[in-house]
């Protein structure tokens, strides 16, 4: 069995940094900060090391995403309330961080027949539509991830909460395909 390791492509993460939050104010205070609206209810603001995304909301909710890891996410989400702070911001002391989804990414390192994997895992978990979208994508009930399996053998997780999840998932689709005879 080939050893396969995941790539974290995005962790999205969300907690509640105060009670509300005035985004024309972060909006002014924040360089490159946008907000407008009309067009979207929060404001974007976006940083670069480590590189990362927010939506800020008037609820005082934020949203992070576009991180590499967990870490990450928890060292851009304290930065994010240390400049609010720094900008006369109060924010919640230990926000209650939860990552809703993490993307991966795996390779199983051979071409794959996505025909024979449909038949094979059967049609209840699976969609597989060529003519609509290039993958077969995978419902896995445990752990609760889609995996997007393509030909060329590349594995697209998604709706992880953990790395390890997404993990298992990429060992429950190798598992079920060297059972079926097709790695």
């Known amino acids: 069995m080939s050893e396969s390791s995941i790539k974290i492509e995005n962790v999205v993460a969300s907690t509640k940094l105060a009670e509300e939050f005035d985004l024309n104010v972060i909006e002014s205070e924040f360089e490159g900060a946008e907000y407008n609206k009309q067009k979207f209810p929060g404001l974007v603001y976006r940083v670069s090391d480590p590189k990362a995304a927010f939506l800020v909301f008037t609820s005082g909710k934020v949203v992070c995403t576009g991180a590499k890891n967990v870490d990450d996410v928890h060292t851009v989400i304290g930065n994010m ?18 990552v809703q989804n993490i993307v991966a990414s795996a390779d199983l390192h051979t071409i794959l027949n996505l025909n024979a994997i449909a038949i094979g895992l059967g049609l209840e978990n699976i969609e597989y539509e060529p003519e609509q979208f290039p993958g077969l994508v995978y419902r896995i009930d445990e752990p609760k991830v889609v995996v997007l399996i393509f030909s060329s053998g590349k594995l697209v997780v998604t709706g992880g909460k953990s790395p390890e999840d997404c993990e298992r998932g990429v060992e429950v689709v190798r598992q079920q395909l060297d059972n079926m005879g097709l790695l």
């Open 81 to 98: 309330a240390k400049k609010l702070n720094s900008i006369g911001i109060k924010t919640v002391e230990n926000p209650q961080i939860t």
